[in-house]
């Protein structure tokens, strides 16, 4: 048998080349085979490597390729977009290697690189949401109940975080949003800011600052990182002509005023 590869799980951030570490350009550019969800893959420039692109929905089995390639010796780079710890493949992989399934896959060298994730590079966009206590949900509800979606909005809102929703929505999953939208409508002020980032850092970028009772569900598609403010988090007037509004939207570091501290 050859000498045993290596597996390293990247993210490539959510958008431009620009918002992907270092490190992963240097794990990528060392790596002879990239496995991954097709689109992730070809945002890689072609060379050298073999690619092993896959459909969307079959996590488990793309480790397990990830986790055969490398005990055959290859160097694989396992690739998710954003960051691949956020609802992405370093969980699978690590599934897969608790399955024990192949008992040499426990003798693989693996590394997980951080990324830029979705709702850092939205938040980023439209000014300081994130900047007091947030949590972070995945409206899809094709790994846990819809009940444990619901219950986890409800408590976020008692609890008064910043919401982050990612799988806000697809064409499986066409009402997901929507209910989510009228649980909180039923237990925030309607004026809370709700920030719809579509395509964050994409050549088709589309930024919507609205409000929860004005919020449509329709305006996000599964590109789309939804982020729904807080009791604290507020507008501000923008300037600055950069084509993305006339508001900032933030959460202040703390709850007391200014001259409290
Ligand atoms: N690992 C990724 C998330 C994968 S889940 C990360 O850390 O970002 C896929 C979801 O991420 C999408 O449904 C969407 O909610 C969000 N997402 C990914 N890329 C995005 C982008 N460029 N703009 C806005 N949302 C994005």
Same mark, same amino acid.
Not at 95 to 116: F, I, K, M, N, Q
Not at 124 to 133: C, F, N, S, T
Not at 149 to 167: G, T
């Given at each position: 048998?050859?000498?045993?590869?290596?597996?390293?799980?990247?993210?490539?951030?959510?958008? *431009?080349?620009?918002?992907?570490? *270092?490190?992963?350009?240097?794990?990528?550019?060392?790596?002879?085979?990239?496995?991954?969800?097709?689109?992730?893959?070809?945002?890689? *420039?072609?060379?050298?490597?073999?690619?092993?692109?896959?459909?969307?929905?079959?996590?488990?089995?793309?480790?397990?390729?990830?986790?055969? !390639?490398?005990?055959?010796?290859?160097? /694989?780079? !396992? /690739?998710?977009?954003?960051?691949?710890?956020?609802?992405?493949?370093?969980?699978?992989?690590?599934?897969?290697?608790?399955?024990?399934?192949?008992?040499?896959?426990?003798? /693989?060298?693996?590394?997980?690189?951080?990324?830029?994730?979705?709702?850092?590079?939205?938040?980023?966009?439209?000014?300081?949401? !994130?900047?007091?206590?947030?949590?972070?949900?995945? !409206?899809?509800?094709?790994?846990?109940?819809?009940?444990?979606?619901?219950?986890?909005?409800?408590?976020?809102?008692?609890?008064?975080?910043?919401?982050?929703?990612?799988?806000?929505?697809?064409?499986?999953?066409?009402?997901?949003?929507?209910?989510?939208?009228?649980?909180?409508?039923?237990?925030?002020?309607?004026?809370? *800011?709700?920030?719809?980032?579509?395509?964050?850092?994409?050549?088709?970028?589309?930024?919507?600052?609205?409000?929860?009772?004005?919020?449509?569900?329709?305006?996000?598609?599964?590109?789309?990182?939804?982020?729904?403010?807080?009791?604290?988090?507020?507008?501000?007037?923008?300037?600055?002509?950069?084509?993305?509004?006339?508001?900032?939207?933030?959460?202040?570091?703390?709850?007391?005023?200014?001259?409290?501290?």
């Amino acid at each position: 048998m050859s000498a045993l590869g290596s597996l390293t799980v990247v993210g490539l951030g959510p958008g *431009p080349d620009r918002w992907l570490t *270092p490190e992963v350009a240097d794990v990528l550019a060392g790596a002879t085979d990239l496995v991954g969800y097709g689109p992730y893959l070809d945002r890689i *420039p072609q060379s050298f490597h073999r690619r092993h692109g896959s459909d969307n929905r079959v996590e488990l089995s793309r480790a397990r390729l990830a986790l055969d !390639l490398a005990v055959s010796g290859r160097k /694989v780079a !396992l /690739v998710s977009g954003g960051d691949p710890g956020v609802f992405a493949m370093a969980s699978a992989l690590f599934e897969a290697l608790e399955s024990g399934d192949d008992p040499a896959w426990a003798e /693989v060298p693996v590394r997980v690189c951080p990324g830029v994730s979705a709702m850092l590079a939205a938040a980023a966009r439209v000014g300081a949401p !994130l900047g007091h206590d947030f949590c972070v949900l995945s !409206l899809s509800d094709n790994l846990k109940p819809w009940d444990v979606v619901l219950k986890r909005l409800r408590l976020a809102a008692e609890a008064d975080f910043v919401i982050a929703l990612y799988n806000p929505i697809s064409k499986a999953r066409p009402w997901q949003l929507g209910a989510a939208l009228d649980t909180l409508r039923s237990m925030k002020d309607p004026a809370t *800011p709700v920030v719809l980032a579509r395509a964050v850092g994409r050549h088709d970028e589309d930024i919507t600052i609205t409000t929860l009772a004005a919020c449509d569900p329709a305006t996000a598609d599964m590109r789309t990182l939804v982020l729904i403010g807080s009791s604290q988090t507020r507008l501000l007037p923008r300037k600055g002509g950069d084509n993305l509004g006339d508001v900032w939207v933030y959460t202040p570091r703390s709850y007391y005023s200014a001259e409290g501290l």
